[in-house]
């Protein structure tokens, strides 16, 4: 029963402002899945890290409390993992999934404030673009790797010969040594 359920507001703390995030749509959700399993696949069998989706808070030293669309703590830093709390510290890795109510923040404030606190990588993912930009932090600023994007059939074959060879399809984690990511496996399923 309806009445009966229990909703919990879903918002962060950016500067001591509260900010509500509406329900994500499907595709978000679906992209979300996607990139989540391939990166707890990967942590779980190699038994170097944890994945959380964006259930999960995360207490920033700087005050700001967050819910990254995916976070990926590494096994060394399992300490900041309060199990049946939050997270309180700093992640190696957050991805934000854009969405038209929030993509100006992914893009300006809370970029910058992961690069301040220290999160060594951070990915935006543009499920308009089709599209997974990647930053790493580097003696402390974020420094732009590149923008991996996912070509469909006919896109590709549009492609002229110099710009399929500088396509990327591979996006190397900075935090892994031997992590990768194609581009393909995330957004292949998608058919707009």
């Known amino acids: 029963m309806i009445n009966d359920a229990i909703f919990y507001d879903s918002y962060e703390i950016i500067g001591g402002e509260k900010f509500m995030s509406p329900a994500p749509r499907p595709v978000h959700g679906r992209l979300l899945f996607r990139l989540a399993r391939i990166l707890d696949n990967y942590t779980y069998d190699n038994r ?10 995360v207490y920033l030293p700087d005050g700001n409390i967050f819910r990254p669309d995916l976070t990926v703590i590494k096994s060394e830093n399992a300490a900041i993992i309060n199990w049946q709390k939050a997270i309180y510290g700093v992640p190696d890795m957050v991805a934000e999934v854009l969405s038209k109510s929030t993509m100006r923040r992914d893009f300006t404030v809370k ?35 590149d923008e991996y994007v996912y070509y469909h059939k006919d896109e590709w074959e549009e492609l002229t010969d110099d710009q399929r060879a500088e396509a990327k399809f591979d996006i190397k984690l900075s935090i892994f040594d031997d992590c990768t990511v194609n581009i ?4 292949d399923w998608l058919i707009f």
């Open 48 to 57: 170097c890290g944890y994945v959380f989706t964006d259930n999960v808070d």
């Open 184 to 187: 393909n496996d995330v957004f």
């Open 111 to 145: 970029k910058d404030i992961y690069e301040s606190n220290g999160v060594k990588e951070y990915w935006i993912v543009d499920p308009w673009k089709e599209s997974i930009s990647v930053y790493h932090l580097i003696d402390g600023k974020y420094i732009f790797d």
